[in-house]
């Protein structure tokens, strides 16, 4: 590519606003969620290849590391699917609007951390029975 | 020759990337409501129930749905990501391919495991 050729403003001269950044986010959490497919294969492996696999996989997931790439999963997963819906709508014509889609985004947020807390809280009651 | 939108746009695939984004969206709306369920109700499962829930039927199949539709959607959404930044020709090759191999291999690996404990291994 010709170094000279004109180049749109760059981004930084841009004020920060929703949209933005959750079209940033999207991808950001697009290419997470593609590395996090290497632990739900990991966990796949692990029940193909016998309890001691399993367990080694369960202690793993347990640790403190373990918990974090989780939580950033979860987190990355839910608003991953709920923005990725409000692309959906976006497609079919639906929620153009400034203001439709600055709502829709701030749900997206707002759904996000709700929906995240609530697996969680689920997975820690349902690992209690199991103990 | 005869121009229709079939080989539109500079890969001559017309929209049918747009469309399998689309699609496969679609499809792991619903697919990933299930697995989310599933895992989480899972947390903390012993050996013997994680192999019991693979095993049955629906859910070996949905679990191959789910990863089949997940790889295919992140090929489709890393090879955008990657015409958007990378404008060495031979580099956006290179990384095109790597992705593909890569995702083909977790793909494989995962629905091989997926089937083997759904033929009984172990």
């Known amino acids: 590519m010709e170094k000279t050729r004109p180049l749109s403003p760059h981004l930084t001269i841009y004020r920060w606003q929703i949209s933005m950044i959750l079209s940033i986010l999207h991808r950001i959490t697009g290419v997470g969620l593609g590395i996090g497919t290497l632990m739900i294969s990991y966990w796949f492996i692990s029940i193909a290849s016998g309890p001691k696999s399993y367990s080694t996989a369960q202690w793993f997931f347990d640790s403190i590391i373990g918990k974090i790439l989780i939580f950033g999963f979860t987190l990355s997963l839910v608003f991953h699917l709920l923005n990725g819906i409000r692309h959906l709508f976006w497609d079919i014509g639906l929620g153009f609007e400034i203001n439709t889609s600055k709502k829709s985004g701030w749900t997206v947020v707002i759904l996000t951390f709700i929906l995240t807390l609530a697996i969680w809280l689920s997975a820690f009651m349902i690992k209690k029975t199991y103990e | ?122």
């Open chain 2, 1 to 122: 020759m005869k121009e229709n939108k079939k080989n539109l746009g500079s890969a001559k695939n017309g929209t049918n990337h747009w469309w399998h984004q689309r699609v496969t969206a679609v499809a792991l709306t619903f697919l990933c409501i299930w697995f989310i369920i599933s895992l989480t109700v899972l947390t903390g499962a012993t050996y013997q129930d994680a192999y019991n829930w693979l095993k049955h039927p629906l859910v070996t199949g949905l679990s191959i749905l789910v990863v089949a539709f997940t790889i295919y959607h992140l090929s489709l959404g890393l090879q955008v990501i990657v015409e958007d930044y990378i404008h060495t020709e031979i580099t956006k090759i290179i990384t095109l391919m790597l992705i593909n191999f890569s995702c083909l291999l977790i793909g494989l690996t995962c629905c091989l495991s997926i089937l083997f404990v759904f033929f009984g291994g172990n």
